[in-house]
Structures are given as structure tokens and as C-alpha cells.
């Protein structure tokens, strides 16, 4: 096994991930002209990708646990670039809307193998560094996603169109599959306890959240009525029996989709919480953003993407120096990256009101600064205390929250922007007033922060590192 290698390759999940939430976002008047997509599927292309995307990774988690994560991250990245392709050949808005949803069952199968990777192959410093280079891949497919995607339909590569916006996912993952082989160094398959599927778990959760998510999707289309309340509210008791049932499956000796074990960690829980809280900002300010450019400031699709950039280099740069800042002291770092994200955001709002772009500018770069800060100790707090085994369904469980995350805050921060648009028709003092609510995510998350436990001592969590070494028996293909 070539730990960094393999790494690398994994990333290429992240990247791909992350960008295909933020890519499709300039293409929607492309898509709208070309194929007749009205507003309900436009948001079908851009919420169904991640409704199933959260949907999955709790399963993809636990597939990866019985089955090897490489293995499990090659199906996947096979069935996401299979359906990128189909994306790009989409004759019509039902088309693409399915195979967004395709894609989105891919990337469930990624992603957990990903952080399952940073913590079995890497131990103490190296995997503080894999988590930094997790967040930093993911603030630059997040936010370089709406600049790559402005680029490709300026530049209408070989007459695509919007087309290439999906298409341009292909190279990347055919060159992980490719390497896949290499960085996983050759070994054969270990034998390992199979795992048995908690079908009824997987039932459960993926209607909980469904219950939760699709009134959100739904509301974001001016589409919920009354059934949306009552959906939210069902999504309770539900969530209820999914506890129960996991619970006794425990009990039983069976194999829980998310085991109990996890959520009896204070840790585990408080920074399951923190980690939604950052994506619902982190991905309601870059919609923020971007629509305040575009439609606010009338900067066009490319230089929409170019002016996010600094907001990129400043989040990619956090996320790689937050483990040296850190150095054990994960918590101090955090309630002082979201103090400065509430300062940020509060920052952004004042100056979006003003005259000269540079303040702006500023207060951008310090968000994107303190909200990559944010991400790697979150990461490194919540999953340090999760024993091997299980480490995949932590992953899954772990990635669920952020994209539950993300779909809040653009769900709940754009519903507020659209409301303030249609009542004032000023996009910029719309972008002043979300920017102001955004604020009480980051308030809140420094005070959730206080209250996690502080790292073990380096005798303590001697055991813990000698479970996780790096050995090629830890990610099977």
C-alpha cells in the first residue's frame, strides 16, 4: 500500500464531489434555453445530485467496511463517471435530472472511503495532514467550482454548451481508475468478517432524512404547501425508530448501519452538530456570493468565478495550516476560527452596502480564511476517538452531515435572499441581510466548540494509533 498515493487518488472523489454541487450552478440559464427547464427542474438538477448524495453515505460507509474502501471507491467513481457521461448526452430535462441522481448515488459510495483512508493509513501528524488536504480539496472544489464552470461556458469547448460542465468530470475519473491499482501497491484482497446489510437501517434513515430534506428542496422551489410542515414534523418519530431499531440490531450481535457506540461519544456527537454547522455556512455563502456577483454587481458567468477565487485560496489556505495552528489545541482553534467567521460574514454585509469592492474583497478572503480553519480540526476532533472498525460508518455518518449541512444553509439562507429580493428588489441589501443571519450558524458553532472534549494525551491515544497504523490489510481492494 502507497499511503500518500492512495490518498491522492481518493481525492480525486473529493474534488469531484464537491465541484458537482457548485458547477452546475452557472449553467441553469443555459439549461433553461436550451433544454426548457423551468424553475422546479433546475432545482431537481442542482438538490436531487445531493438529496441522494446524503441519502447514501451512510450505506457507502458501512459497503465500505465489509468490502474494502479501494474497492468500494472504484465502483463508485465508475458509476459517477458513467453518469457524467450521461449527464452531458442529456436530450431532456428528465433525462439529466435521472442521471444527476445517478451521480449522486456515486459519490455516497466515494466519499466515506475517503476519511475512512486519512484515518487507518495515517497516524499523529501525517493524519492531521491528510485531514487538511481533505478540507482543502474540498473548499477548491466547492468554490472553484463556479469558476471552472464560468470558464467552460465562455469558452464553449468544442461547441458543448452547458454540456461540458458534466463531461468535463470524465477525464478525471477515468485517470483515478487508472490509478487506482497502482496506489493500492498491488496486494490481493484481505479476507475480512462480513458484514451484514441493516437494510431496514438504511430504510429508515433514508427516510428520515428524506422527510427532512425534500420539504427543504421543495420550499426552495416556492413548491411546499402544507404537506411540507408535516413532513418535517413525521421525520421525527422516524428518526425515533431508525435510533430503536439500531439500537437492538446492537444488542443482537448484528452489524447497525450507524452503531451506537458512536452516538453515545459526547465528542462524536457535538462535533457531528459542529460540521453541519460549518457547511450550512460555508455553502450559503458561496450561493450568496455568487448571486450577488451575478446578479447584484451584473459580473458575467466567468468573472462571477474569478472574483470567488481569492475566497478559494483563502479557504484552501486555511485548511492546510489549521494542523499546525492546532498542535493538539483543536478546540481553542476552532471557537477562534468561528469568532472570526461571525466577524467575517458580519464584515461582508457592511461592506456589500458600501462603495469601494476592496473592503468587500477583505471580508470574502477573512470568511473563506476562518471557515478553512474550521474544517480540518472539526474533522480531526470528531472522528480521533472512533475505534477501526467502525471507522467507515463514522465516515458515512460524518459526510452525511455535511451535505445535510450544505442543503441547509442554501435551503433556509436562500429562502431568506429570495423573500428580501422579492420584497425590495435589491439584490446587494438582499446579500446584506442573509450575510447578517449567517452570522448565528458561526456564533453557534464557537459556542458548541466550548464544549468538546480537549485532545487525550499522547499515551492515551497510544492504543488508538497502533489500531489505525498504516498496513495494507486496512484498505483492502
Known amino acids: 500500500m502507497r499511503p500518500w498515493a492512495a490518498l491522492v487518488v481518493l481525492l480525486c472523489g473529493t474534488f469531484l464531489a464537491n465541484l458537482d454541487v457548485f458547477v452546475v450552478v452557472v449553467a441553469m440559464p443555459a439549461l433553461e434555453r436550451d433544454l426548457g427547464a423551468d424553475g422546479s427542474q433546475q432545482q431537481l438538477v442542482l438538490a436531487g445530485y445531493q438529496l441522494v448524495y446524503a441519502l447514501g453515505l451512510a450505506a457507502g460507509g458501512r459497503l465500505g467496511d465489509a468490502l474494502g474502501s479501494l474497492r468500494v471507491f472504484g465502483l463508485g467513481m465508475a458509476v459517477f463517471t458513467g453518469a457524467s457521461i450521461a449527464c452531458g448526452a442529456a436530450p ?29 493509513l495515517f497516524t499523529g501528524a501525517a493524519q492531521r495532514r491528510a485531514y487538511a488536504a481533505i478540507g482543502a480539496v474540498m473548499g477548491l472544489g466547492a468554490i472553484g467550482g ?46 475480512r468478517e462480513p458484514v451484514r446489510a441493516d437494510l431496514p437501517g438504511v ?57 451506537p457506540r458512536l452516538l453515545r461519544a459526547d465528542g462524536f456527537r457535538r462535533g457531528i452538530l459542529l460540521i453541519v454547522l460549518v457547511n450550512c455556512g460555508l455553502a450559503a455563502f458561496v450561493l450568496m456570493l455568487g448571486l450577488l456577483l451575478q446578479k447584484g454587481l451584473r459580473w458575467s458567468p466567468l468573472a462571477t468565478g474569478a472574483g470567488m477565487v481569492p475566497a478559494a485560496v483563502a479557504f484552501a489556505a486555511g485548511s492546510l495550516i489549521a494542523p499546525r495552528l492546532a498542535r493538539g489545541a483543536e ?51 470528531t472522528l480521533r476517538a472512533v475505534p477501526e472498525p467502525v471507522a467507515g460508518a463514522a465516515s458515512g455518518v460524518v459526510s452525511t452531515a455535511q451535505q445535510l449541512g450544505a442543503a441547509l444553509g442554501v435551503c433556509v439562507y436562500g429562502f431568506l435572499f429570495f423573500a428580501q429580493v422579492r420584497a425590495t428588489a435589491d439584490v446587494v441589501a438582499a446579500f446584506a441581510v442573509t450575510t447578517t443571519a449567517l452570522t448565528t450558524t458561526s456564533a453557534a458553532a464557537a459556542v458548541l466548540a466550548r464544549g468538546l472534549p480537549p485532545a487525550a494525551a499522547p499515551a492515551d491515544r497510544q492504543p488508538q494509533d497502533r489500531l489505525g497504523a498504516p498496513a495494507a490489510r486496512d484498505l483492502p481492494m
Open 92 to 120: 431532456t430535462t428528465a433525462v439529466l435530472v435521472l442521471a444527476r441522481l445517478f451521480q449522486g448515488a456515486g459519490t455516497a459510495l466515494m466519499v466515506p472511503q475517503v476519511y475512512r483512508a486519512a484515518q487507518t
Open 203 to 259: 430504510g429508515l434513515a433514508a427516510a428520515a432524512i428524506g422527510l427532512c430534506a425534500v420539504p427543504l428542496v421543495a420550499g426552495g422551489a416556492g413548491g411546499m404547501v402544507w404537506w411540507g410542515p408535516a413532513c418535517l414534523a413525521a421525520s421525527v418519530p422516524v428518526a425515533a425508530c431508525f435510533l430503536r431499531h439500531e439500537r437492538a440490531l446492537d444488542a443482537r450481535g448484528g452489524s447497525p448501519l450507524v452503531p
Open 331 to 381: 478546540v481553542r482553534l476552532l471557537v477562534l476560527a468561528s469568532l472570526a467567521a461571525t466577524a467575517g460574514y458580519a464584515g461582508c454585509a457592511v461592506s456589500a452596502l458600501g462603495t469601494d469592492p476592496r473592503w468587500l474583497l477583505g471580508a470574502v478572503c477573512a470568511v473563506g480564511g476562518a471557515l478553512g480553519l474550521c474544517v480540518t480540526p472539526a474533522l480531526s476532533v
Open 146 to 191: 463556479q469558476l471552472l464552470g464560468g470558464w467552460l461556458l465562455s469558452a464553449d469547448v468544442l461547441g458543448l454548451g452547458w454540456r461540458a460542465v458534466f463531461l468535463v468530470n470524465v477525464p478525471v475519473g477515468v485517470l483515478a481508475l487508472t490509478l487506482l491499482p497502482w496506489a493500492a501497491g498491488g496486494h490481493p484482497p484481505v479476507r
